[in-house]
Nanobody, 122 residues
Framework: QVQLVESGGRLVQAGGSLRLSCAASGRSFSSYSMGWFRQAPGKEREFVAAISWSGGSTYYADSVKGRFTSSRDNAKKTVYLQMNSLKPEDTAVYYC???????????????WGKGTLVIVSS
């Protein structure tokens, strides 16, 4: 069992930066790939970023590539999402999730956090 708690979401102006954190419990955290997802009002949940168990590989949605960076600290059992040059269209609830094996994608994640709200004002 893995429990995930996101934090760091808040209201920010366009062009600003935020760092989201996802704190995990569970003994095998360092073995799992992690994903960040978001869901804007009235829209489907979508993939944002993924990071391998070691942090050595990262993947990003085209919409955030070059602006967002994911990293992890396995000793602290925490994954981060650094978000720069934020745009109003980045407004959403951001979730982290665990994938024990296989590809990180909206369908198939094993555990989800409850999310943290990011609002980007224009």
């Amino acid at each position: 069992q893995v429990q995930l708690v996101e934090s760091g979401g808040r209201l920010v102006q366009a062009g600003g930066s935020l760092r989201l954190s996802c704190a995990a419990s569970g003994r095998s955290f360092s073995s799992y790939s992690m994903g960040w997802f978001r869901q804007a009002p009235g829209k489907e949940r979508e993939f944002v970023a993924a990071i391998s168990w070691s942090g050595g590989s990262t993947y990003y949605a085209d919409s955030v590539k070059g602006r967002f960076t994911s990293s992890r600290d396995n000793a602290k059992k925490t994954v981060y999402l650094q978000m720069n040059s934020l745009k109003p269209e980045d407004t959403a609830v951001y979730y982290c999730a665990v994938r024990r094996s296989g590809v990180v994608a909206v369908d198939g994640m094993d555990y989800w956090g409850k999310g943290t709200l990011v609002i980007v004002s224009s």
